[in-house]
C-alpha cells in the first residue's frame, strides 16, 4: 500500500526541517553575528568561537534543555517505530523496560556524573588512562567507543526509510541521503548548544506525534475499554513472566536486569551524557538534568509500548504483515498513519517529520561525541594538532564531523540489508558492543585491585564475544513464535485466517545464539570484568598507587583489610623475631 504525500503534508515535513536546520545554524552563527556588530573585539578568552564551546557549550546551558536532549538522544527512530513494532508482535512485556530505565538517570546522576565531573576530564576514556595509568587502555576504550557509535548511528540513520517507503515512491537510499547530509549539516554548524536545543524541539515533535496516534487510534477503536479487552483476548497482557529460562526471546528477568544494565551505559558511560553534564553551569544542575529523565524514560517508554497496543487494536482482525500489506515490521506505525489519519491534513507529513526527529535528534549528538573522542584523545596526541590556533582546531573539529557523517551514512546502506526489527537490532548489536567498555568502566571504579593488563585482556575477550554472540544469531536466525494474528476480515480468500507459527528450536551448540537478546549487555559485561579481574590478581594487581578520587567504591575493600591486617601481624612477629636475635 502506498500513501501518496499531499500538500500540507509537504508543508509540514519542509517545517520542520527548515526549524531544525535554523535551529543549528542559529547556534553556530549567532556569536559571529554578535562579533561582527559589536564596537568590542573580543578578546581570545572572552571568545566563544572555540573548541571547548563547540563541543561542551562552555557550560553555560540550563537543566531543562540539557534533559530534553538527552531524552531526545537515546529515543530515537528506534523507539518509535520499533518499539511498537515489539508489542505488537510480541505483547506488552517490553513495558517492563519503562520501570527499569528510569532507574539508569539516578544511578548516572550520583555514580560517574559527578566521578567524572570532580575529575575535569574532556572524554570518558580519559578517566581510563588516569585509573589505569595506560594510554593503551584508553585507546582500547576508544576504539569500541567509535566502532559501537558508528553503527549505532547508522541504525538512526536508517530508520526513516522503512516508513518512508510507505508514504511515496522513494527509494530508500534517499532517506538515509537526506537524514545523513542534515544532520551532519546542523550539527558541523551548530556544535553542541545546536545539537541540545534542535533536540529540546524535535522530542516535543516526537512527543506530539506519539500522542495523536493514541488518541486517533483509541477513538477508531471506541474507547479506552475495547482497547483492553481486544488487546486482551489476543494475548498482549503478558508482562509478568518469571520464567529464569535465558533462552526464552523475553522473560520479567531478562528484560528487566537486561535493559537496566544496557540503560546505565547511556546515563553514566557514554561520551553524549559527559558532553551533557560538561554543557551545565554546575554538577547540581548537571545532576538535576539527569534526574529529570527518570519520568521522562518512563513516559517516552510507556508512550511507545502503548502505541503498540493500539496498533493491534486497531489490525486485530486483518494483520498488515500477514496480508501483504507490508513487509516489515517496522512500518506498522506508518501503515497506520496512512490507513487511519489520511483523512486529517498534514498528519502524515507531521508523523513523517517526527520520525525524522528522531533519527536527527540522535544522529546529530552521536556526530558531536564521535567529533569529541576524535579530536581529544587522538587527534590533540601529535603536536601539529596540538599546537594549532584555535581557529584552525574549531576548523579540524568541524571536518572531523563531516567525515563522521559521510561514514555513518554510508554503514548506514549496510544496516538496510538487515531487514528485522529496528529495535532488536539496536539493542542486539549495541548491547554486544557496549558491554566491554562498561566493563572497563566497572573495573575501573568498582575493583581497586584490577589493573592495565586485565583490562585489555577483559576487554578484548568481552568484545569478542558481543561480536560473536551478535553475529552468530544474525547468521543462525533462531525464531521465536510471535503472538498470534489473524486475517479474517481482510477479504484475502487466497491468505489464512488465523496466522499461528510453527518453529524448530535449535539443538546442539547453536542453542545458544538463542539466548535472549536482552542479555548480550549483561553476559559481555560480566565476561569483561571476570577475565580482567583474573588476569589481574594472576599479574600481581596494579604495578602502582591507585588514587582513591578514581574509586567509586571497592568491592574488594574487606579483602584489603584483611590483607592488610595479616601484613601488619606478620610484620610485627617479624619485628619481634629480630628483638629477640639482637637480644641472644
Given at each position: ?16 526541517f ?59 527512530t ?45 572524554t ?21 567507543y ?49 545539537v ?68 546505565s ?43 503498540g ?17 507490508i ?45 569529541s ?21 574549531l576548523?579540524?573539529?568541524k ?10 551514512t ?34 575501573g ?140
Amino acid at each position: 500500500m502506498k500513501y501518496e504525500l499531499k500538500i500540507p503534508d509537504y508543508l509540514v515535513l519542509i517545517l520542520v526541517f527548515v526549524l531544525t536546520i535554523s535551529i543549528g545554524f542559529y547556534h553556530g552563527l549567532k556569536e559571529k553575528i554578535k562579533f561582527y556588530f559589536s564596537k568590542k573585539k573580543l578578546s581570545k578568552n572572552e571568545s566563544t568561537n572555540s573548541v571547548a564551546d563547540y563541543l561542551t557549550a562552555s557550560s553555560s546551558m540550563s537543566p531543562i534543555p540539557v534533559a530534553f536532549s538527552l531524552l531526545a538522544t537515546f529515543f530515537s527512530t528506534t523507539a518509535l517505530l520499533g518499539i511498537p513494532a515489539e508489542v505488537y508482535q510480541y505483547g506488552l512485556e517490553y513495558w517492563i523496560t519503562a520501570f527499569s530505565g528510569m532507574l539508569t538517570p539516578i544511578i548516572g546522576a550520583y555514580t560517574t556524573g559527578p566521578l567524572f565531573a570532580r575529575l575535569q576530564i574532556f572524554t570518558i576514556f580519559q578517566y581510563l588512562q588516569l585509573r589505569f595509568k595506560s594510554k593503551l587502555v584508553k585507546y582500547i576504550g576508544t576504539v569500541c567507543y567509535l566502532v559501537k557509535n558508528f553503527v549505532s548511528t547508522a541504525i538512526f540513520i536508517f530508520g526513516p526509510a522503512v516508513t518512508l517507503n510507505i508514504f511515496s515512491n522513494l527509494n530508500e537510499k534517499y532517506s538515509i541521503i537526506l537524514v545523513g547530509s542534515i544532520a551532519t549539516l546542523y550539527t558541523t554548524i551548530g556544535g553542541i548548544k545546536g545539537v541540545i536545543w534542535t533536540d529540546f524541539f524535535q522530542i516535543i515533535v516526537m512527543i506530539l506525534s506519539l500522542f495523536m496516534i493514541l488518541i486517533k487510534g483509541i477513538y477508531d477503536i471506541g474507547g479506552f475499554g475495547n482497547l483492553f479487552e481486544i488487546n486482551s483476548l489476543g494475548g498482549r497482557f503478558n508482562v509478568l513472566d518469571f520464567d529464569p529460562n535465558p533462552f526464552e526471546r523475553q522473560t520479567f528477568w531478562s528484560i528487566f536486569f537486561g535493559f537496566m544494565i544496557y540503560f546505565s551505559y547511556s546515563f553514566s558511560t557514554d561520551q553524549q551524557t559527559l558532553q551533557r553534564f560538561q554543557a551545565t553551569k554546575t554538577k547540581k544542575l548537571a545532576q538535576k538534568a539527569l534526574l529529570l529523565n527518570v519520568p521522562g524514560v518512563f513516559i517516552m517508554l510507556s508512550l511507545c509500548c502503548f502505541v503498540g497496543l493500539v496498533l493491534y487494536a486497531n489490525f486485530s482482525k486483518c494483520d498488515p504483515l500477514a496480508s501483504k500489506k507490508i513487509n516489515n515490521p517496522n512500518q506498522l506505525v506508518g501503515y497506520f498513519i496512512a490507513n487511519n489519519l489520511s483523512n486529517i491534513q498534514g498528519a502524515a507529513g507531521f508523523f513523517l517529520s517526527a520520525v525524522f526527529c528522531g533519527s536527527l535528534s540522535s544522529v546529530s549528538s552521536s556526530l558531536n561525541s564521535l567529533s569529541s573522542v576524535i579530536w581529544e584523545d587522538y587527534l590533540k596526541a601529535f603536536d601539529y594538532f596540538k599546537n594549532l590556533s584555535e581557529s584552525k582546531s574549531l576548523t579540524t573539529t568541524k571536518l572531523v564531523v563531516v567525515a563522521c557523517g559521510i561514514l555513518s551514512t554510508l554503514f548506514s546502506f549496510i544496516i538496510a540489508s538487515f531487514g528485522s526489527n529496528l529495535a532488536q537490532i539496536s539493542t542486539s548489536l549495541n548491547g554486544a558492543m557496549i558491554s566491554p567498555i562498561l566493563g572497563l568502566f566497572v573495573l575501573g571504579c568498582l575493583f581497586k585491585r584490577s589493573n592495565s593488563i586485565g583490562a585489555i585482556s577483559g576487554c578484548f575477550i568481552g568484545f569478542a564475544f558481543g561480536l560473536w554472540i551478535s553475529f552468530g544469531a544474525f547468521i543462525v536466525k533462531p525464531y521465536y513464535p510471535k503472538l498470534n494474528v489473524t486475517t479474517e476480515f481482510c477479504n484475502l480468500s487466497m491468505l489464512p485466517t488465523n496466522q499461528t507459527q510453527i518453529f524448530n528450536q535449535l539443538t546442539g551448540f547453536n542453542k545458544i545464539y538463542s539466548i535472549s537478546y536482552m542479555l548480550y549487555t549483561p553476559l559481555g559485561t560480566l565476561i569483561t570484568v571476570f577475565v580482567g579481574l583474573v588476569v589481574s590478581f594472576a599479574t600481581g594487581g596494579p604495578k602502582h598507587d591507585v588514587d582513591d578520587e578514581l574509586i567509586l567504591y571497592n568491592l574488594f575493600s574487606c579483602f584489603e583489610r584483611k590483607k592488610k591486617k595479616e601484613n601488619l601481624e606478620m610484620s610485627k612477629v617479624d619485628s619481634n623475631i629480630t628483638i629477640v636475635s639482637n637480644f641472644e
